[in-house]
């Protein structure tokens, strides 16, 4: 496998994920290039150690979430980053627009190992054994996915799940087109959220904990719906795992 990487690396230099700074090629024997440089790689740690305004925990430990997830009773919001609609340039943005309209291998490759930890962590802290925990996502718009061509919260998932063995299904639906939720103001993304997002005919997560993936959190009323969609069909528990929070998020009570 590293053979077939390393010819790959070979004949189209890596590059950073985020900058595109041409990448260090690795040994035959060694691991793959990163994804990212080493300047983009430190502004990303440093993004994990903004604090929460409602916990004082570092982002990545925080476990706060928007009201309208607490009260569809999500057990915990986990994310890595805050998201700053406004700052265009910093590392996680440059990512998240990646995996949303260029499908990235090498962005793909780095959050997914970022999220596949924090799901190694939830599941170790809620004790939960391998087997019993299902890996699903918020599904994007059928506008979007058909003009993008990829369902940037599927491929998360499909990863995640790869990574840490568990298992993958496809639980939630878009029953109707809908519209994206950062077009629409707070009402109507609530009922854009209750229209558009349903489950699957075939889905069964009874008695599972499902670990619900996205790439973005605003209000979290998508997130509300899928947890109180998923909770009516008998799953045991709802953990939200998502790149970032919206920076709103990070002060709200």
């Known amino acids: 496998m590293h053979a077939i990487i390393y010819l790959r690396d070979l004949l189209f230099p890596p590059k950073c994920a985020a900058c595109h700074t041409l990448l260090a090629w690795h040994s035959p024997t060694g691991e793959p290039a990163p994804s990212l440089c080493s300047n983009c790689l430190a502004e990303w740690e440093s993004e994990e150690l903004e604090t929460c305004g409602i916990c004082a925990l570092r982002v990545s430990e925080c476990e706060c979430m928007p009201e309208r997830m ?18 265009r340039t910093l590392v996680q943005n440059r990512l998240i627009y990646l995996i949303k309209r260029k499908n990235h291998d ?35 718009t059928r506008r979007a996915h058909l003009q993008n061509g990829i369902d940037q919260a599927a491929e998360l998932a499909r990863r995640v799940a790869e990574n840490c063995s568990f298992q993958m299904k496809p639980l939630l639906c878009r029953s109707r087109g809908g519209e994206e939720q950062k077009k ?6 609530i009922r854009n959220a209750r229209g558009s997002i349903d489950l699957r005919k075939d889905a069964d997560p009874r ?8 790439d973005i959190v605003t209000t979290g009323n998508g997130m509300a719906r899928c947890t109180k969609l998923l909770r009516r069909a008998g799953c045991r528990a709802v953990y939200a795992l998502a790149v ?9 009570h």
């Open 106 to 140: 090498r962005a793909y490759a780095f959050l997914a190992s970022r999220l596949s930890q924090m799901a190694e962590d939830v599941i170790k802290k809620e004790n939960l054994a391998r087997e019993d925990v299902i890996v699903t996502y918020l599904p994007r």
């Open 244 to 252: 970032a929070s919206d920076v709103y998020n990070k002060d709200l």
């Open 70 to 87: 607490r009260k569809a009773k999500c057990m915990s919001f986990r994310k890595l980053v805050y998201y700053v609609p406004s700052k």
């Open 184 to 189: 629409l103001t707070p009402v109507e993304r």
């Open 207 to 214: 008695d599972k904990a499902v670990l619900l993936i996205d």
